[in-house]
């Protein structure tokens, strides 16, 4: 693919040494996008869950403590107390609710994984889209330039006697006509660039065509789907989800276990009346609580049943993202062996109509050719300059498609 784009850049246009590359603009957007940084602050939100399961199991420590006064004659009254306890047997309780919540976080992973890929996909689609644009304006420029001179030259040959004012004016129709394109051109850019300015994060300016294939892309339709169902973001998210969803089964069947917990305290007591503190004896309580659900009204059973019926669509949706995720493959590699296919023809095309344009022009200087002949040649030209372009951005794109369905879509992929 690079020795294509090689092959015909002297054709398309001539790239300033100080473009700015893909891998630029999707650095940019990796570092300032704001939709990527909510995602990210979502997942670590998403990480503290764990945590909070774990803690069911810990001791926990509170103090207490109360004031008051009565209007009895017995003064004023304080009390202070510290409790503890700490878990000792579970159920089962903890070590699923870890569980689940660890799966939540994975597949919490997978999904920001996703949404990275989507920002980067959209980035790539902005880049392409704008590069073709800012292509087609440098060719509608360089086309007027061209009849400028072809205008300039069919005067200077009218005034000799050796054209008419026909060709004259057929040259000025074209010039008109592609005056028209430059102004659709320019229209189009503007919108490119404002949709490459919210993707990237900031102003474009020229592009670099030199896109090398990335490193990463699949070399078969085989190797895409093998690279799928290993690394697809939204299909790997929903088999963590299918673990989350069978780990709150048993999260549901340990509300029915029976739970033990080492529970103290101390507490001590004051009162103050006629100016004198008077102190109670402190309390202290050791002891084992042992709690074992014998009626729960169906709560319980109801709830396994629940969790149950959940796992079982987790699994069928977990069924239909490993079709999609293969309908995605599939869907990118056939666009991309399209979108390969037409830019090779139109590189072959753009060559031939090059030639044919030089040839017209040597041509009619002999007086071999006509006017007509000199506008066909240079209007087949411009259209394959432009379907070079277009088929360019089409591959960027086909591309991206298919290394995020492929979960290889990342920050690196375009190094």
């Known amino acids: 693919m690079t020795k294509w784009l090689v092959s015909v850049a002297a054709l398309c246009l001539a790239v300033p040494v100080s473009a700015e590359t893909l891998r ?21 939100a998403l990480e503290e869950t764990p945590e909070q399961a774990r803690a069911l199991g810990r001791p926990t420590v509170s103090a207490s403590g109360s004031g008051g006064y009565d209007r009895l004659g017995y003064g004023n009254a304080g009390a202070a107390s510290l409790t503890a306890a700490l878990p000792i047997w579970t159920g089962g309780r903890v070590r699923s609710a870890v569980r689940a919540a660890g799966a939540d976080v994975a597949a919490g992973a997978e999904a920001l994984r996703d949404t990275e890929a989507a920002i980067l996909q959209g980035v790539v689609a902005a880049y392409a889209d704008l590069l073709f644009n800012q292509q087609a304006v440098e060719v509608a420029r360089v086309g007027i330039e061209r009849l400028d001179a072809q205008v ?95 780990a709150r089964i048993d999260q549901a069947r340990a509300e029915r276990a029976p739970s033990l917990d080492l529970d103290g305290g101390y507490g001590r007591g004051a009162r103050l009346t006629d100016g004198n503190l008077r102190g109670y004896d402190a309390a202290a309580s050791l002891g084992v609580a042992l709690r074992v659900p014998l009626l729960t009204g169906g709560l319980v059973p109801s709830r396994i049943r629940q969790a149950e019926a959940v796992t079982r669509a987790e699994r069928f949706q977990a069924d239909a993202a490993a079709r999609e995720a293969m309908r995605s493959v599939d869907a990118a590699w056939a666009s991309l062996t399209a979108a390969q296919a037409r830019l090779r023809a139109n590189i072959e095309g753009l060559a031939a109509a090059d030639l044919a344009l030089k040839g017209v022009r040597a041509e009619y200087g002999f007086g071999l050719r006509s006017t007509i002949d000199i506008l066909v040649a240079d209007q087949s030209f411009r259209g394959a300059q432009l379907a070079v372009a277009s088929a360019r951005a089409d591959v960027l794109v086909a ?13 690196d992929a375009y190094g």
């Open 24 to 44: 630029e603009a999707i650095a940019a957007a990796y570092a300032t996008n704001p939709q990527l940084a909510a995602a990210r602050a979502r997942q670590e």
């Open 399 to 411: 591309q991206a498609a298919l290394l995020r369905a492929t979960g290889r879509l990342r920050q």
């Open 152 to 246: 300039a030259e069919a005067r200077s040959r009218f005034e000799l006697g050796q054209a008419t004012r026909t060709d004259v004016a057929q040259l000025e129709a074209q010039r008109a006509t592609v005056v028209a394109n430059l102004a659709d051109a320019e229209g189009a850019l503007a919108t490119a660039a404002a949709a490459y300015r919210a993707a990237v994060g900031r102003d474009a300016g020229a592009l670099s065509a030199g896109i090398a294939v990335p490193a990463a892309l699949p070399a078969s339709r085989d190797e895409a789907r093998r690279a799928a169902e290993a690394g697809n973001p939204l299909l790997l998210q929903q088999r963590r989800i299918v673990e989350a969803s069978a």
